[in-house]
């Protein structure tokens, strides 16, 4: 059994800040990488940013330079540091751990969303 708890979301003007966090429990024998995904309301689900475990990182092209992913390994968790927010930004925001289970099977699984709303 895996858990995430995803915190954070929120509503903010354009131009602010929100920080989200994902925090992961339960049978991990390791985590391979964890990210965060988006879906806006008509739009199909794509990629925020994604952390491997040996630090790496991606981004959307939409979101360089002002979003930045971070992860704490002895907490299980990832960050996504969301500044300089735009009205686009809003969605809701998805949590995506990839990890290997003790039979060393790869995994993923998603959260349950956090809303974020950027107002004009």
């Known amino acids: 059994q895996v858990q995430l708890v995803e915190s954070g979301g929120g509503l903010v003007q354009a131009g602010g800040s929100l920080r989200l966090s994902c925090a992961a429990s339960?049978?991990?024998?390791?985590?391979?990488?964890m990210g965060w995904y988006r879906q806006a309301p008509g739009k199909q689900r794509e990629l925020v940013a994604v952390?491997?475990?040996?630090?790496?990182?991606k981004y959307a092209d939409s979101v360089k330079g002002r979003f930045t992913i971070s992860r704490d390994n002895a907490k299980n968790t990832v960050y996504l540091q969301m500044n300089s927010l735009k009205p686009e930004d809003t969605a809701v925001y998805y949590c995506?751990?990839?990890?290997?289970?003790?039979?060393?099977?790869?995994?993923?699984?998603w959260g349950q969303g956090t809303q974020v709303t950027v107002s004009s």
């Open positions: 995506r751990l990839n990890y290997s289970d003790y039979d060393l099977l790869e995994n993923d699984y």
């Open positions: 339960g049978i991990i024998f390791s985590i391979n990488a």
């Open positions: 952390i491997t475990s040996g630090g790496s990182t």
